[in-house]
């Protein structure tokens, strides 16, 4: 299907480096019916548009198979390997280790009361004649 290109579609050399990182069709059942990277450019415009994803260009489909693909490599990974590999080639690109070898931690305490718990809590006012709302009413009436 030819359809004018967006700018976050792939380029050939992007889809190169992605396409092995995308698993293989389930074996057995019905064939795919839908061009991957046709799917993995319309994850990327709605991620970049941040619009709904019943907003989605018909030029991509059917936007319930988009979201499955979407939740599918949720659900097994997909999007974790990917990262993973896109961030391996980028330190390797910069000449770094892989792997990062060192990692910085950092915590923050909050103070609270001595007491702890619901005891440290402040109780809410009871009032007598109920809340405002139930008060003008019945006075109201």
């Known amino acids: 299907m030819t359809r004018k ?15 092995p990182l995308i698993p293989a069709a389930k074996p057995g059942g019905r064939p795919r019916s839908v061009e991957i ?14 619009c709904a994803w ?5 030029e991509f489909g059917v936007w319930q ?4 693909y979407f939740r599918a490599w949720e659900a097994d990974g997909t999007w974790e390997a990917i990262a993973g590999a896109l961030r391996r080639d980028l330190r390797t690109a910069l000449g770094r ?30 009032r007598p004649d109920g809340n405002a709302t139930s008060w003008s009413t019945r006075r109201g009436s």
Do not use: F
Not at 5 to 19: F, H, I, K, M
Not at 54 to 58: N, Q
């Open 37 to 50: 990277r046709e799917m993995v450019n319309a994850i990327r415009y709605l991620l970049r548009a941040g």
């Open 54 to 58: 019943r907003l989605l260009p018909h």
């Open 97 to 126: 280790a892989s792997e990062p070898t060192a990692a910085i931690l950092d915590s923050q305490t909050v103070k609270t009361t001595e007491k702890g718990g619901s005891a440290g809590m402040t109780r809410g006012r009871r």
């Open 5 to 19: 290109s967006y700018p976050t579609d792939l380029t050939d050399d992007e889809w190169r480096v992605l396409e």
């Open 65 to 68: 198979t988009v979201y499955a």
